[in-house]
Structures are given as C-alpha cells and as structure tokens.
C-alpha cells in the first residue's frame, strides 16, 4: 500500500507545556487505524494535527507527499475542506438546519463533495432527513454527522470518539458503517481511550504522556460484530 501520511520528529509544545514528543509514524492508503490513549496522553493534540486544525512546533507532517507543517492559514482551510473528513464525538450539528442540509453544508467547501440525499440513504436516514437534530435521537444524529464526512468526498475520515456519547447497539452499528466505509477505500483513523477498537485496525498506535508507546499492526482486523 502507498504511503498516506507519515510523522517526521513531530513536537508539540503549548507555553512550556510538551504535548507530543519526537512522533513518528506513517499510515498507509485504505487502512483502518486506531490510535488508543488514556486522557491527557496527546489524542486530541493529534487529531488536530493530523486534520489541520494546528501545526507542529517542530517536525514534519506529510499528507499525499506534501508537508502540511509548512503550510499558512489559507493553505491548511483548503487541506481541511479537500483532505479530511471529521467525524466528532458530540456531532457539531447546526441546530437550525435539518438532517439535509447538514449535511449538505459540506458542498460549500469542496466542489467535489457528493449527494447528500443518497448519502443520508446509505446511513439509513432515508426517513429523517428532513428532520432537525433535536428530532433525531444521539445514534441518529451521529449518522448525519457520518453522512456529513462522507458525503464531503475526502481521502481521510478522522473520528474523535465517535461512539463515546453512544449506548453500546448503536456504537456498534456506527463501528460497522465505519468498517464499511474503509472497504469502500476510506483511510479512517480513529482516536479514543477505547481498548476494544483495537482489534478492529490495521494498526494500532498507542500514545502515552505525549509519547509514542508502541506501534502495532494487525493483518487480520475483526469486524465490528
């Protein structure tokens, strides 16, 4: 498999504060990965470097062969509209804006993002997608905020604790649609203290105090059930 992303000595420093140290690793097209750790251990310090969403103090970060650490502000907003899709653990949802339209913001940031009815569909909201967060129950709601990330057609789904808020069935069935979405050649990676998802990566990153503690690969990843 080609090379995705690759971490080069990647620091993180916060006033005095070491978030991550000397980070090392690369994650290859269409794999599933887990990246597993107890709070405080740099998760959410990695996610948003690894969506964009802030910059190494030091190191290199490369996406498809660029090296997004040397990027602007400009040049980051336009990997985080094209690059990466966000799946996150409390949804983000607008209020106002029903199950549809939701999901069809993401046709504002990149042109080649895909139907949000169809894919709404595919989430099994076929029914609801006229309906507003507050008629749709935790799972569904986590099903747009899915169907928000897919239909925005990005190589690289990145999951912040997708099943956290979510009773164990519906955890489950979001698991599963992940798995899906991987066969169907997503790179997903999904960050949580979880210990379970392990068995259902790729790979598995373990982070510890800021630190990479181990670097796992698994060549026969369950699946959700």
Not at 29 to 40: A, D, Q
Not at 102 to 124: A, D, P, R, T
Not at 162 to 169: K, M, N, S
């Amino acid at each position: 498999m080609n090379e995705l992303i690759t971490f080069q000595r990647v620091d993180k420093t916060y006033e005095m504060t070491s978030a991550l140290k000397n980070i090392n690793f690369t994650i290859n097209e269409k794999e599933f990965v887990v990246i597993l750790g107890p709070s405080g251990a740099g998760k959410s310090t990695l996610l948003n470097l690894l969506g964009g969403l802030d910059q190494p103090s030091t190191g290199d970060i490369w996406v498809q062969g660029i090296n997004i650490a040397e990027f602007n502000e400009n040049e980051l907003a336009d990997y985080r509209a094209k690059k990466v899709g966000f799946i996150f653990q409390f949804y983000n949802l607008l209020p106002t804006l029903n199950a549809l339209d939701n999901v069809n913001l993401v046709h504002q940031v990149n042109n080649s993002s895909l139907n949000g009815e169809n894919i709404l569909q595919k989430v099994g909201l076929a029914e609801k997608m006229r309906q507003y967060p507050s008629e749709l129950s935790g799972g569904e709601q986590q099903r747009v905020s899915i169907a928000r990330a897919i239909a925005k057609n990005a190589p690289i789904l990145l999951c912040d604790e997708p099943t956290g808020a979510l009773d164990t069935q519906t955890g489950k069935q979001i698991m599963k649609l992940l798995k899906s979405l991987n066969r169907q050649g997503k790179t997903v990676i999904v960050v949580t203290h979880n210990e379970e998802f392990s068995v259902l990566a790729n790979k598995v990153i373990r982070l510890k105090d800021g630190e990479i503690e181990s670097i796992e690969s698994n060549l026969h990843p369950s699946e959700a059930d």
